[in-house]
């Protein structure tokens, strides 16, 4: 393979994580990656502190996500983190309501209010996961969205913030949600071991 090919996604990534834009609830874009970050690593931080719950959720490569961030926002942040992927409940949820409300309705039996969820969608369109922010809203939960593909989607502004990666590529918008889920959690443990 040539060596420009693969510089030619390292540099798509890079381009990408430069153009990713993160809004707050009100849908103004926050200035700059740095402010980003510490936005995102404060409400993580007060969710600590307040010894709320932190329920992340998506589908394929999403939920590999998910489900590595329940880990590591558990063991290395020191969070209350809950998984909604235990296959027995996944499965039971899926034949008794439809697929589309595995995560709304675990939701509505396991979260309260000011717990957070983070919903995470390439597409930013599954049913699924628009359905678990309804009812996170409802309920009082804090919402934290990460989509990608285009500004159109259904959750780009439905959460306190959404991080959006403006590119129509599943690697890179899961590379890029993955890399700023991991810095959080990261520099929640480094500010804890000063």
């Known amino acids: 393979m040539e060596e420009s090919k693969v510089m030619d996604y390292l540099n798509r990534l890079i381009q990408s994580l430069q153009s990713t834009q993160v809004y707050d609830q009100y849908g103004t874009a926050l200035k700059d990656y740095e402010e980003s970050i510490q936005k ?5 931080s007060q969710i600590k ?3 709320k719950k932190v329920f992340f959720i998506g589908n394929g490569g999403s939920a590999a996500i998910a489900s590595h961030m329940t880990a590591d926002f558990m063991k290395n942040g020191g969070m209350k983190t809950c998984s909604l992927y235990d296959h027995s409940v996944t499965t039971c949820m899926g034949n008794d309501y439809g697929y589309e409300y595995i995560f709304s309705q675990q939701l509505e039996l396991l979260s309260n209010e000011g717990d957070l969820l983070v ?10 996961i628009v359905n678990a922010i309804k009812v996170a809203k409802n309920k009082g939960l804090n919402v934290l969205t990460f989509s990608g593909f285009g500004n ?4 780009i502004r439905t959460g306190i913030y959404n991080v ?3 590119v129509c590529h599943y690697g890179i918008v899961e590379s890029i ?10 520099m929640i443990k480094e500010q804890e071991n000063c």
Do not use: C, M
Request: net charge negative; aromatic share 2%; glycine share 2%.
């Open 49 to 51: 502190s307040t010894h």
């Open 152 to 155: 159109d989607n259904h959750i």
């Open 40 to 44: 995102l690593v404060a409400l993580f």
């Open 164 to 166: 959006h990666v403006p």
């Open 177 to 186: 949600h993955n890399l700023i889920l991991q810095q959080i959690v990261d």
């Open 119 to 128: 919903a995470i969608s390439s597409s930013g369109n599954s049913k699924n």
